[in-house]
């Protein structure tokens, strides 16, 4: 079973900048499209930024400009570069490798443990 490990996060100020990391365990990282989710108590998980494995790339609205995800195939990594952080950033991030559906994109597989990302305003 993969598994998937979350690092990176941390405290911040508002305006600071964190890198998150999330290493994949399985072999096929590279035919894997893979996203960041980030959740708040009481709230559903929330794609903030996805990436195939041809690169193509996508982010939600709040994350656009701010926020950078890349991959590292030989590391079986994927990245989330965060920039301009802002408090209402606060939550627990977690990755995943994503599919395609007909409305967008959804999880697979299980999760890791997530990385806390807390901005202090």
């Known amino acids: 079973q993969v598994q998937l490990v979350e690092s990176g996060g941390g405290l911040v100020q508002a305006g600071g900048s964190l890198k998150l990391s999330c290493e994949y365990s399985g072999r096929d990282f590279n035919i894997r499209h893979m996203g960041w989710y980030r959740q708040t108590p009481g709230n559903q998980r929330d794609l903030v930024a996805g990436i195939t494995y041809g690169g193509t790339i996508n982010y939600e609205d709040s994350a656009k400009g701010r926020f950078t995800i890349s991959r590292n195939g030989a590391k079986r990594t994927v990245y989330l570069q965060m920039n301009n952080l802002r408090p209402e950033d606060t939550a627990v991030y977690y990755c995943?490798?994503?599919?395609?559906?007909?409305?967008?994109?959804?999880?697979?597989?299980?999760w890791g443990q997530g990385t806390q990302v807390t901005v202090s305003s």
């Open positions: 995943n490798s994503i599919r395609r559906t007909t409305t967008g994109w959804a999880p697979e597989g299980s």
